[in-house]
């Protein structure tokens, strides 16, 4: 794979992207003249495509030396699932705030080789997955359901509708040897520095953890991910 293959600068190119059919990932614009994108923000904004605000540094970091004219696309590599099709599954993973793409790909990783029905990334806050993110996954993004969505709040209500259980893995709960995990369950995996967010934390139903017994007392988010997902399985 050409690891570049989803990276599309300049205005024209961004702005044809925008009005086709494609995925697109996030749209970062030159912080110096971000005023005078009107028109790639109002297609951004109506596809529901974060757009960040960054330096020049950044634009050349994905672009390389080529001339941007201060805007740079990153395409997805996958064709984003409709959470619908999501919701008569059995076991999701769900990603609050991954920001780190090797972790993302590496959770995706796991959840395909566990059996997992799909993951649930949300837009904003998120990684979404870009060639980074494909690569760490071997390829399994490309063979399991991946949803991107605006409210991760209104998605775990959602799920719950549609009778899952919403387990959050929290060092502070009860440990996931002691849990029962019958029926369906969404798994809630939180970011890398701040765990899962107050907001979704309060709309689990039960919180997991994993015993240390070392000297640590955290996991990677990936690993701890992945310790948890086939502990489920093994339950089903």
Same mark, same amino acid.
């Given at each position: ?20 059919d ?35 540094e ?11 004219? !201060?805007? =740079? @696309? %990153?395409?997805?590599l996958?064709?984003?699932?409709? /959470?619908? +099709?999501?919701?008569? *599954?059995?076991?999701l ?18 959840a ?60 502070n709960?009860k ?7 019958? !029926?369906? =369950? @969404? %798994? ?7 765990? /899962?967010? +107050?907001?979704?934390? *309060? ?5 997991v ?12 988010a ?15």
């Amino acid at each position: 794979m050409n690891m570049s293959e989803n990276i599309i600068y300049g205005r024209n190119s961004v702005t044809e992207l925008l009005q086709s059919d494609n995925e697109v990932d996030t749209i970062y614009l030159n912080e110096k003249n971000a005023e005078t994108f009107g028109k790639i923000k109002s297609l951004a904004k109506g596809k529901g495509v974060p757009v960040k605000i960054v330096k020049p540094e950044k634009l050349k970091e994905l672009a390389g030396d080529n001339n941007t004219q !201060g805007v =740079v @696309a %990153l395409s997805a590599l996958v064709k984003y699932a409709e /959470i619908e +099709e999501l919701a008569d *599954k059995q076991f999701l993973i769900i990603c609050d705030g991954i920001e780190d793409p090797h972790n993302l790909g590496a959770i995706i990783r796991s959840a395909e080789a566990a059996g997992a029905d799909g993951v649930i990334i949300p837009k904003r806050n998120s990684v979404g997955v870009n060639a980074t993110v494909f690569k760490t996954s071997s390829g399994a993004a490309a063979h399991i359901k991946i949803a991107r969505v605006a409210n991760l709040s209104n998605t775990l209500s959602e799920l719950k509708k549609a009778n899952f259980w919403l387990y959050g893995a929290d060092m502070n709960g009860k440990p996931y040897q002691q849990t029962d995990f019958s !029926g369906k =369950v @969404a %798994l809630v995996i939180g970011s890398e520095g701040y765990g /899962i967010s +107050e907001n979704l934390k *309060k709309n689990c139903d039960f919180l997991v953890s994993i015993p240390m017994h070392g000297k640590v007392n955290s996991l990677n988010a990936s690993v701890a991910a992945a310790v948890l997902m086939f502990n489920i399985v093994s339950e089903k």
